[in-house]
């Protein structure tokens, strides 16, 4: 099994690409943190984990407080000793999150707080339980819109997910003699709730998959397969990357009529 021995703390783990991970993780033998604001999802997760013979709690916590994120850590080492892998993948989409000529400062701060701040914590409270075990893997999600700009734009999150990349990007090259490595995991547009009042609209959906080389949107499956990588040895030197699974969005000038 690839995570064999590992205990890994998964934010956002109550849904969509979190969930699918915790389910990937622990199957590949992991014990599993699993962190969300939702409680009840949070425990249905645990319970789908528990169900096909893996091993999991749940922690409520909201990402973007202190106590909360210092807690989350603590239970790990508490309940499993050790923390060997953080996968900070907790985030927001707000609907109101537009351009930057009518985005309100509310929105930019609440997704500031979530996304940016919310990786800031986890890495902040996460590294010294990683120290603690020898080392470990950090997973923050970014994603594609790091990259790439959009003219259906989303400004908050966008600048939010540019933040969340460059500091993965000084962390892993801090700590990197140190046994600890860190990665940003850039997803294309996934098929989960982040998404689902987005993909609704017909003509929303249209404008985002005329830009995607593999025609369609990924599942969440696809993209807790590379968070397991990047969680895992398999990915011993990989390091400080933008890893981004988008099924070739940023490899495309025109696509495929
Ligand atoms: P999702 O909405 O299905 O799940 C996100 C989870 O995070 C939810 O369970 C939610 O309760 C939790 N959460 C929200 N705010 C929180 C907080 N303050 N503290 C703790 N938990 C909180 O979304 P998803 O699509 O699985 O997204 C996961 C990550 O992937 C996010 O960082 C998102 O930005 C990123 N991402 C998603 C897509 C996509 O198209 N779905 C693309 C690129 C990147």
């Not at 599993?32 to 789908?48: M, S, Y």
């Not at 984990?49 to 210092?70: H, L, R, Y």
């Not at 990007?169 to 140190?178: D, G, K, P």
């Amino acid at each position: 099994m690839r995570l064999q021995n590992k205990v890994a703390l998964i934010t956002g783990a109550a849904s969509g690409i979190g969930r699918e991970s915790a389910l990937l993780y622990a199957k590949e033998g992991a014990k599993v943190v699993v962190c969300d604001l939702n409680e009840t999802a949070g425990a249905d997760t645990v319970q789908q984990i528990q169900a096909q013979g893996g091993e999991a709690i749940f922690v409520k916590a909201d990402v973007s407080k202190t106590a909360d994120v210092k807690a989350m850590i603590e239970a790990a080492e508490t309940t499993y000793g050790q923390l060997n892998v953080l996968f900070n993948n907790a985030g927001i989409f707000h609907a109101k999150d537009g351009s930057v000529l009518d985005t309100d400062e509310e929105i930019w701060d609440l997704t500031m707080n979530v996304n940016l701040k919310g990786v800031f914590l986890g890495c902040k409270y996460g590294i010294p339980a990683l120290l603690r075990s020898g080392g470990g893997s950090i997973v923050n999600t970014a994603s594609f819109v790091a990259v790439m700009g959009a003219a259906t734009p989303q400004i908050a999150y966008t600048a939010s997910k540019g933040g969340v990349l460059a500091l993965t990007r000084e962390i892993a090259v801090e700590f990197a003699r140190q046994n600890i490595r860190a990665n940003a995991l850039c997803p294309g547009p996934v098929q989960t709730p982040l998404l689902d009042e987005l993909l609704a609209d017909p003509a929303r959906r249209q404008r985002r998959l005329v830009h995607i080389p593999a025609g369609r949107f990924a599942q969440a499956q696809e993209i807790a397969q590379a968070a397991l990588f990047l969680a895992s040895n398999e990915s011993a030197f990989v390091n400080g990357s933008t890893f981004l699974v988008d099924g070739g969005i940023t490899a495309a000038y025109v696509t495929p009529e």
